[in-house]
Nanobody, 117 residues
């Protein structure tokens, strides 16, 4: 069974930065489709960023040029560097192994990111 534990969220002012971490445990189908998702209050969970083979990455249009996904395979850890944060980035952030735009495994607890002045 695969498990994910996210951390690094918090309260930040608009324009600020945060770095999220996600430690994963268990056998993934592949390390080449890890992703970050987020769910804002009253909204559906959405895919934010995916890291692929060769460390190529895909991003949602709303976060392009502001967020950077990366990973340390040896540490079983996925990261999300978030810069120039906006109030609309406020959400609970989750990681998972992506499958057709959604998580393949059970969701972890997530980490809350709140962007507010």
């Amino acid at each position: 069974q695969v498990q994910f534990v996210e951390s690094g969220g918090g309260l930040v002012q608009p324009g600020g930065s945060l770095r999220l971490s996600c430690k994963h445990f268990g056998a993934l189908v592949t390390v080449y489709a890890l992703a970050w998702y987020r769910q804002a209050p009253g909204k559906q969970r959405e895919l934010v960023a995916t890291i692929l083979t060769g460390d190529r990455a895909n991003y949602a249009d709303s976060v392009k040029s502001r967020f950077t996904i990366s990973r340390d395979i040896a540490k079983n850890t996925l990261y999300l560097q978030m810069n120039n944060l906006k109030p609309e980035d406020t959400a609970v952030y989750y990681c998972n192994e992506d499958f057709m735009g959604s998580g393949r495994h059970d969701w972890g607890p997530g980490t809350q990111v709140t962007v507010s002045s």
